[in-house]
């Protein structure tokens, strides 16, 4: 027996350095995003905390300054919870589980017609 090519063992090295790489930046990427996450959360306890400050003011004074930074609040609370939500569910996340679930669930169905076919 011949030992196999060393082109072929460069070739799966720099396959699994390529991997580890992807690895590498997904990972990267999830810390960003899990950080990001966490500051929104923060954020957003911060503000519910200030609206529960200003409506007592607010129902005693009817001062402008009050209503705007209050209409300011509710707008960055607004922002925060569609990065949450969209930071939580993203595309990428599906894409494999349903490309997954199309390619058994159509192999499924040939081998049923399969079947059906010999038994027939």
Same mark, same amino acid.
Request: charged share 25%; with cysteine.
């Given at each position: ?31 960003? !995003? ?6 929104? !959360? ?12 200003? !409506? ?46 199309? !390619? ?17």
């Amino acid at each position: 027996m011949q030992p196999p090519p060393e082109s072929s063992t460069d070739v799966t090295n720099a396959d699994i350095e390529g991997n580890i790489a992807e690895v590498e930046q997904a990972l990267v990427a999830l810390k960003q !995003r899990y950080a990001q996450i966490e500051s929104d !959360r923060q954020r957003k306890v911060e503000l519910k905390n200030r609206i529960e400050e200003i !409506r007592p003011q607010l129902a005693n004074n009817k001062l402008p300054a009050l209503s705007a930074e209050l209409k300011e609040i509710k707008t960055q609370l607004e922002t925060i919870e569609v990065n949450l939500e969209s930071q939580l569910f993203s595309v990428d996340v599906f894409k494999e589980p349903f490309w997954q679930a199309v !390619r058994f669930g159509g192999l499924g169905i040939v081998v049923g017609w399969i079947l059906k076919s010999c038994t027939s």
